[in-house]
């Protein structure tokens, strides 16, 4: 029985109001997320161990993720080893198009998961086996909300917003764009039919994460993706 | 939903301690500059903690808020949200409160 009112909820918060509970209290102190930053860092150990370059591509769905890997396959072919982690929640399509591209995929299906996490990465590493020294492009689920709080061990993270989207998804996602160490604005070419402000979008972007850098591309015509080589060159 | 699979590694970092004994509450840190929202955890909670030795017990949420350190004027400042830009106009800003997401304690017997 109670025995701040008499009721005979025994703790919790049976009889429609809170309870002293008597019992003993346990200190833990720990991160929530403990167990996927271990798994991570020890994913990154390994990365790091191989000399392999890991990227997480993360923007909402239909930002043009599989067909920036697409063409970044074509391009890279003969300059670099060029394997992919496709994560979706349902089917193969993606991971489709990865193959036809002609590279080795690995695709994780998250079912209801919105996200990729630690041990899905480590899973996926151990099919892909990837060579000394190759690049490793993971698409994660199109979501910008929570891929960024589940670190998978990459070397850097990336968020792809197509033009089309709207000038303001840095403010509307802050939490996405503040993890980022790379942003992608992709479908440049349709700028001329869009009401989309770059530079305001950047300055958006810099506005939760000062340092970020900021490029532009067309996955489609091509446009811009030296930078993208460029930069994906430097984090080796 | 992001905050189920929290809420879940919540739950078995504090089933794991249990050790069989029945949990009565669960403490945790959830800053207000995290992703997390607190009633989807608590949504979450009473989910996953059915049928666990974690079933009926209170959680219990501690939501410290964003607060941030101006490097140029060395002034520390409310922050509502992620926009890091101190009231002196610099930019230059670490975040020193809000990102918390922490289990802190748990009540068993
Ligand atoms: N005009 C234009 N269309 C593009 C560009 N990049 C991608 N698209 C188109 O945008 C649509 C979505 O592209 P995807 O590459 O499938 O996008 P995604 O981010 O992988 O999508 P999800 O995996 O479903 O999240 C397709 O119809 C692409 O052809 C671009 O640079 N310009
Ligand atoms: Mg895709
Ligand atoms: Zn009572
Ligand atoms: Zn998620
Ligand atoms: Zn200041």
Redesign the pocket.
């Known amino acids: 029985m109670c025995g701040t009112c008499g009721c005979h909820a025994d703790g919790g918060t049976g009889g429609g109001h809170s309870h002293p509970v008597n019992g003993e209290t346990i200190t833990l102190e720990q991160r929530v997320l403990a167990k996927n930053e271990d798994v991570a860092s020890r994913n990154r150990d390994w990365l790091a161990g191989q000399g392999i370059v890991a990227v997480n591509l993360m ?1 909402s ?8 890997l697409e063409r970044t396959i074509g391009d890279l072919a003969g300059r670099r080893a060029v394997s992919v982690i496709e994560g ?1 929640q349902e089917t193969t399509l ?1 991971a489709d198009r990865i193959k036809r591209a002609g590279c080795a995929v690995v695709q994780v299906n998250t079912g209801a998961g919105c996200h990729l996490d630690a041990e899905m990465m480590h899973t996926a590493l151990g099919s892909l086996s990837p060579a000394p020294g190759s690049l490793i492009l993971v ?1 994660n689920v ?1 979501n910008l909300v929570c891929p960024a709080m589940f670190d998978l061990g990459e070397r850097s993270k990336v968020v ?1 917003i ?1 033009v089309t989207e709207g000038t303001d998804k840095p403010l509307k996602y802050p939490y996405m764009f503040a993890a980022a160490d790379l942003v992608i604005i ?2 440049i ?2 700028l001329p039919y869009v009401d989309f402000d770059v530079d305001r979008c950047a300055e958006y972007a810099r506005s939760v994460n000062p340092k970020v850098r900021v490029l532009t ?5 091509g446009e811009g993706m030296d930078d993208w080589y460029d930069w994906v060159a430097e984090q080796y | 939903m992001h905050e189920l699979s929290i809420t879940q590694s919540v739950v078995d970092a504090v089933c794991e301690r249990a050790a069989g004994r029945p949990v009565r509450v669960v403490t945790v840190r959830v800053g207000m500059l995290t992703a997390v929202v607190a009633d989807a955890m608590r949504f979450c909670f009473d989910l996953v903690t059915a049928g666990t030795v974690a079933e009926g017990a209170r959680l219990e949420i501690d939501q410290p808020a964003g607060a941030g350190h101006c490097r140029a004027c060395d002034t520390e400042f409310t922050l509502a949200d992620l926009i890091l830009l101190c009231p002196c106009g610099s930019a230059d800003v670490d975040i020193t409160s809000g990102q918390e997401l922490q289990i802190i304690s748990m009540k068993v017997g």
Do not use: M, Y
């Open positions: 923007s769905p239909g930002a043009g993720k599989t067909t920036l979706d993606d698409e199109g792809i197509s992709n479908k070419d349709l591309v067309s996955a489609t015509t």
